[in-house]
C-alpha cells in the first residue's frame, strides 16, 4: 500500500481520478454556463432577426452576409489595425527602448519602473478622462503647449476632428502600455548574453548595430509575442474609444467592439450584432492560434 | 576617454528617461493640481499655482453629493466575491490540473486555455439574456458573476503553474504520514499557496475595481454602479465642474494606488504574467 502510493507520488498524482474531477467541476462548470454556452448561444442568435423580445426569426446566414455588405464592419476592422499599429508604434517600440535604457542605467531603476508602469493601474475611465482633458481645444494642454511654441494652426479640436481622433485615442491607449511593455522587455534582456556586447563593442559595432544585431535577435521571441498579444488586445479594445469618442465623429474612431455594442444594446439589431461579434472571436482566436505556434516553435529551439 | 564617453552616455541616457517619466507623469499632476483647487480657479490651467485651495469642498462635494460614497461601496460589494469565486475555484481546478489523473483531463484543460482567449463582446449578449432570465441584471451578483467567472480560465492556469512548481514529495511525506489525499491537499498544499493567492488576488481585484464594459451592460440604476461607471456618469453630468470630477478620479483610483505603493513589484509581476499566459 505504501509502496504503491509511493510510487503513484513519483508520477506526480494524488487521489482518486473521481476526487481529481470533482475539484475541477466548480471551475469546468461555472465556465461552461458563462463562458462557453454564451458563445454557443452567440453563435445560433446570430442565425436569427431578434429585437432582445419575443420570439427569434430564423434567417440563416443573413446576419452574415448583411455584414459582408456594410461597409462600418470593414471600417471598424481597419480602426482595429490601425489601432493595433498605432499601439505598436507609439507603445510597443518605446517600451523596448525604454527597457534597454532601463538595464544600462544604474541607480533609480525601481523609480522609474514604478512611474512607468504606474498608468497600467488606472481604469480606462480615468485614462479616458484625463486625456479629454489633455485634448479639450480650450483649455487643454496640448493646444496650450501647441500654441506657445507657435504652432496655432495644429492646435485643433483633436476628438472631433475626423483625422486626428484616432491618433488622440491611440496616444492615450500607449500611456497606459509603454510601461506595461518595458517591464516585459526587461525581464527577457536581463536574460541576455552580456558578452556578447563586450564582443560587439571590441568589433566596433555602434548602439544601433548592437542594438539590431545583438540585442533584438535575442529577445527576438519575446517580441513577438508581445506583438502579438498586442494584436490580440487591439481587436478587443472597447473602453478607451466608447468613453473617448463613442465611434465618433461620424463613425469615423468606430472599431468593432463600440460597432458591436451600438448594434445590440443601442439598435437592438441582437442577431446582427451577434453575427459581428462572432467574426471579432475568429479573428481574436486565429491570432491566438499563430501565439500558440511561435510559443510552441520557441519551445523547440 | 572611454570614462568621459560613458559619462556623456549616462547623461543622454537620463535625460531621455527623466524627460520620459514627466510624460508619463503630466497627466496625473494635472489630475491632482485640478482636484485641489477651486472651479473659479481653473481657467488660468492646471500648472499655474492654486489661488485658492478648496480641497475638502471638493473632496466632500463629490463624496457626498457625487455619491462616490455609494459607488465606492458598489466597487467593493462587486469586487470582493468576484475574487473569493476565482481564488476558490481556480485553486481547486489549478490542484487538480497539477497533481492529479483523471480521465478527460487534458481535454478540459486545454478548453479552460481556449476560453481565456474568448473576447467578453463574443459572450455580452447570450449572457445579457441568461441574467435577464435569471432576474440577475441591475444586481451586484450579475457584475461580480460574470467577472468572477470569466476570471476562472486565467486563475486555473496561474493555480496550476504554481502547484506544478511545489515538489510532489511534500505529498508523499504527507501520504506516508498517514494524510488522506485531501487532508494532504488542505495541511500541506494550501499553506504553501499563499504567495499565488497574493499575486491571483490583485489580478483580479484590479480587472475587477477597473472594469467598465460589464457593469455598463448589466447596470442600470445608479444606486448600484460601480466608481468606473458612477465616474463616468458623474463626468457628463458635471461636464463643466472639473475639480469635482477631478476629485472623484483621486477616489477611484485611491485604493489602487494605495497597494501599488506597497506592493509595486508583486503588483508589476502579477499583471504582466496575468498579459502574456492571456
Known sequence: MTRASALKGRSGTVGSPLMGLLFVLPAIGAFALFGLWPIVHSFIISLHEWPGIGPMTFVGLKNYARMMRESLVGLAFLNNTIYSLGIILMAVIPGLILSILLVASMRGRLLFQTIFFFPRLLTQVVVALVWSWLFNPVFGLVNKLLIAIGLERFAIGWLGDPTWALPAVILAAAWTYYGFCMVIFMAALQNTDPFLYDAALIDGANGIQIFLHVTVPQIRHVLTMVIVFTLIDSFKVFDIIYLMTRGGPGDKTQIMATYIYREAFRHNYFGYAAAVSILLTVVVLAISVIIVRLRERGAET | ?278
Open chain 2, 1 to 278: 576617454m572611454r570614462q568621459a564617453r560613458t559619462l556623456s552616455v549616462r547623461i543622454v541616457i537620463y535625460t531621455f528617461l527623466i524627460l520620459a517619466a514627466i510624460y508619463t507623469l503630466i497627466p496625473a499632476v494635472t489630475m491632482v493640481l485640478t482636484a485641489l483647487r477651486s472651479p473659479q480657479d481653473l481657467q488660468m490651467g492646471p500648472f499655474t499655482l492654486p489661488r485658492e485651495f478648496t480641497v475638502i469642498k471638493n473632496f466632500t462635494q463629490a463624496w457626498v453629493n457625487g455619491r462616490f460614497n455609494i459607488y465606492l461601496k458598489n466597487s467593493i460589494i462587486q469586487t470582493i466575491p468576484s475574487v473569493l469565486i476565482v481564488i476558490s475555484f481556480a485553486t481547486l481546478a489549478g490542484f487538480s490540473f497539477a497533481k492529479m489523473r483523471f480521465p478527460g483531463r487534458s481535454v478540459l484543460f486545454f478548453v479552460l486555455l481556449g476560453g481565456m482567449m474568448i473576447p467578453f463582446q463574443a459572450v455580452m449578449i447570450p449572457l445579457y439574456f441568461l441574467f435577464n432570465r435569471l432576474h440577475l441584471i441591475d444586481t451586484h451578483a450579475a457584475v461580480f458573476l460574470a467577472i468572477g467567472v470569466l476570471g476562472i480560465p486565467f486563475g486555473t492556469f496561474m493555480m496550476r503553474s504554481f502547484f506544478m512548481s511545489l515538489p510532489n514529495q511534500l505529498l508523499e511525506a504527507a501520504r506516508l504520514d498517514g494524510c488522506s489525499d485531501f487532508g494532504a491537499f488542505v495541511r500541506v498544499m494550501l499553506p504553501l499557496t499563499y504567495p499565488a493567492w497574493v499575486s491571483l488576488i490583485l489580478f483580479q481585484s484590479m480587472w475587477s475595481w477597473n472594469n467598465f464594459l460589464v457593469p455598463l451592460i448589466f447596470i442600470f440604476t445608479d444606486e448600484l454602479r460601480p466608481l468606473p461607471l458612477g465616474l463616468m456618469f458623474y463626468s457628463t453630468r458635471y461636464t463643466t465642474n472639473y475639480t469635482l470630477v477631478a476629485a472623484g478620479v483621486l477616489i477611484t483610483i485611491f485604493p489602487l494606488v494605495i497597494l501599488y505603493i506597497f506592493l509595486q513589484r508583486k503588483f508589476i509581476s502579477s499583471i504582466t504574467m496575468g498579459a502574456l499566459t492571456g
